[in-house]
Each structure stands twice: as C-alpha cells, then as structure tokens.
C-alpha cells in the first residue's frame, strides 16, 4: 500500500543551522512528490513539487528512489521558516487523491 | 487568476445540531475537489473527494456526508454533530488529468467547535 512516513512529529534547530526534513514513501511506480508549508495562521500551500527540481526560499528536495526518500532540506535555516511541513505522494492510479505525512512541526529557535 | 473561498471561517455548535461548510472555487473548471480535517499531530485527513458534479467519494465512513451541486461548489454536511467531529475542516482543488499537474491547492479552512 502506498504510504508517506515522516518520522519527526517535532524538529527544533537555532537559527542558521542546517535543516533536514524527513519524509520516506512506499510505492512500487513512478512517485510523484510535493511538499507543502503551513506558516502560522495562514493555508496550507505548496512548497516544492520533485518534478520541478526547484529550490524554494532556500529548500531543496531530492527524490531517492533507492531510499524512497524526499527529505527536505535547507543548509541555513531562518526563523520565518517556523512552520508546518507536510510531504504527500501523488500516485496516478488514485484517482487524484495526495497521500499524505503526518506533518513535522518545524520551530526555527534564535 | 484562480481562488478558493470557505465559509465560514470558525464555527461553534451544539452537540447534535446540523452541519453546513461551504467552498466555492473561482477561476477554473471541473475541478477535483476535496474535504480534508486537520488534526494537530495526526496530519491530514481525506473525508471526501469529488471529481464532478454529483460524484462523491467518501474515505472515512462517519457522520459527515458531502454534495457537489454546482461544478465549483462542495458542502460538508452532517445531521446530528459529536463531539468528535471538532476540527480544522480543509477545502482543496486540483487540475484533473491527464495533465501533469497533481499538486492541491487549499483554502483557509473552518474551525469548527463542537459543545
């Protein structure tokens, strides 16, 4: 079955450190990968789609394949990067539905 | 340019008491439309997922039901609220296929408060 695992519930780093977010998935076809970002008081929203291997406020994302991985990461992190992180898997026989992580609560600490 | 409305923004109700969230998209058509609950720790949660007008698919079976009577429109509704139906309710849309573009796009949701 196809699952998203984001295995942090909590993730705490200071300011200008590097971040890693985690996010490993289980599906036997051609994944396709997204994470979004909830800020604080305001909607959920679209972070960064593997397909666009786009860097997005200083993130990036690599899809492993052979780790089944999508791991979030941003080398300096700032404080406007306190969020919700969620990463969800598009897989074509769903019928357009995202699977989703759990979330990791991301705070940014001074 | 598109944009998804929810309504209303918070929401308190007696235990027992009716339930109608609306959503409304603007700006595209035929959309696939969705209700999620978010629950603190526990992610996102599908309830529903509809595809076109009339067709709703139900992913959590519980007391809440939803209808699509307009292309760009999806209410949520229930009969008689529990206390465990407490929760942020999400709207979201997306482009159906066969194009590439699978990523969702949420509105701002609606707290609801059941007493």
């Known amino acids: 079955a196809q699952r998203v695992t984001q295995p942090e519930k909590l993730l705490s780093v200071f300011k200008g450190a590097p971040v890693e977010l985690k996010c490993n998935y289980s599906?036997?076809?051609?994944?396709?990968l997204f994470w979004y970002v909830q800020y604080s008081r305001q909607r959920l929203q679209l972070l960064l789609r593997h397909i666009s291997r786009e860097s997005i406020k200083g993130f990036t994302a690599d899809l492993n394949k052979g780790e089944t991985s999508f791991h979030l990461k941003k080398p300096f992190a700032q404080e406007e990067d306190s969020a919700m992180y969620y990463c969800a898997l598009s897989v074509r026989d769903s019928n357009y539905q995202l699977i989703w992580g759990a979330g990791t609560k991301l705070i940014i600490k001074p | 340019s598109q944009t998804i409305h929810q309504w209303p923004a918070t929401l308190v109700q007696p235990v027992g008491s009716p339930l109608s969230l609306e959503c409304t998209v603007e700006?595209?058509?035929?959309?696939?439309l969705y209700w999620y609950r978010q629950a603190a720790g526990r992610g996102l949660q599908l309830l529903f997922y509809s595809v076109g007008i009339g067709q709703i698919s139900s992913e959590v079976p519980q007391n809440l039901s939803a209808s699509r009577p307009q292309d760009r429109q999806f209410i949520l509704s229930s009969k008689k609220l529990l206390l465990s139906d407490s929760g942020f309710y999400l709207c979201a849309w997306s482009v159906g296929p066969p194009g590439q573009k699978y990523e969702q796009y949420f509105g701002p949701g609606t707290r609801l408060t059941v007493t």
């Open positions: 700006g595209t058509s035929n959309p696939n």
């Open positions: 599906y036997s076809g051609s994944p396709e």
